[in-house]
């Protein structure tokens, strides 16, 4: 996905932002700036002692484990909907990107279609389709051409997919609370009728790809490098199974490669959203003939 000039506020291209640009066939993947699981994350998706009795699952006493659980509870329901919201915010710039789509985490395969904001050189929509370890993009610049698709290893990609296409996947999203170090109950809330627990902590990407494990685990350890806050801020909804309805997390990295100065750090809050546990998600990888072959020295610009 390709960003104007204005957009990059003449920061470096090879940063993690929510406008991507890519050249698979160079391995060369550059994030532009657009303002300067086990179960979930692709690990194997086991089942829990209570599954196993057939007894429910239900939400954890301690804070903590409640939240570190998530991900695993959620990844059983089979499948879920998703809202993202992702707003990113400068210095001098602020945007917000959002999406829907859903997760299957039976078949470890997702969907998101993300709304391009105006001023963008790509316009429309960006459709992601995300596997443990995988991203493929349409729509993600001008020169793929309409309908094919580029394929992205998320290790590519300095920030692991978290946030570069304008969306945290839903699987990346809730495998990161797998590495949640601090969890404070705040309340609960009641949301479309339904009781939530409201939980606030920071977590660590690092723990949280190596608990995931595998492919689904390479996202999160590509954020864990890139990110110059490592502590994560996080807010989570759970209803009483324990399953995950919304999680707001806080990424930071540096819009000026290695500055540490406040006004050169790029805030990126990531809102995931998920209703409709168990409901059928089409989300289909595409075809071999449908994905575009970059030649080494191509720019998608």
């Known amino acids: 996905m390709k960003m104007t000039d204005q957009q990059r506020s003449g920061r470096p291209a090879r940063r993690p932002g929510p406008h991507l640009r890519s050249a698979a066939g160079a391995a060369l993947i550059t994030a532009a700036l657009a303002v300067g699981a086990a179960g979930c994350s692709g690990g194997s998706v086991s089942g829990s002692s209570d599954q196993q009795s057939g007894t429910p699952d239900r939400l954890a006493a301690d804070p903590l484990t409640a939240v570190r659980n998530a991900?695993?509870?959620?990844?059983?329901?089979?499948?879920?909907?998703?809202?993202?919201?992702?707003?990113?915010e400068s210095a001098e710039k602020k945007a917000s990107f959002?999406?829907?789509?859903?997760?299957?985490?039976?078949?470890?395969?997702?969907?998101?279609?993300?709304?391009?904001?105006?001023?963008?050189?790509?316009?429309?929509?960006?459709?992601?389709?995300v596997l443990p370890g995988t991203v493929y993009l349409q729509n993600s610049g001008a020169k793929v051409p309409e309908g094919k698709w580029v394929k992205l290893d998320v290790r590519q990609l300095p920030d692991g997919n978290l946030v570069s296409s304008g969306a945290t996947d839903p699987a990346s999203a809730a495998g990161a609370l797998r590495g949640a170090q601090k969890a404070e109950a705040v309340g609960t809330e009641t949301v479309d009728g339904v009781a939530l627990h409201h939980y606030r902590g920071t977590l660590d990407l690092a723990k949280a790809a190596e608990a995931t494990g595998g492919r689904g685990g390479d996202g999160l350890r590509m954020g864990a490098q890139t990110f110059t806050v490592k502590e994560v801020p996080y807010d989570a909804w759970l209803d009483d199974q324990g399953r995950l309805r919304k999680v707001v997390e806080v990424f930071t990295f540096a819009g000026v490669a290695g500055s540490k100065e406040p006004k050169d750090q790029v805030k990126v809050t990531s809102t995931t959203s998920l209703?409709?546990?168990?409901?059928?998600?089409?989300?289909?990888?595409?075809s071999a003939s449908d994905i575009y072959q970059m030649k080494p020295t191509e720019s998608p610009k």
């Open 71 to 88: 991900a695993d509870i959620t990844g059983r329901t089979g499948s879920a909907h998703a809202a993202t919201d992702l707003v990113t």
């Open 98 to 129: 959002n999406g829907t789509g859903g997760y299957d985490y039976v078949k470890r395969i997702g969907r998101l279609e993300v709304q391009v904001p105006p001023g963008a050189a790509t316009t429309g929509k960006i459709v992601e389709v």
């Open 275 to 286: 209703r409709d546990f168990g409901k059928p998600v089409e989300a289909a990888e595409p």
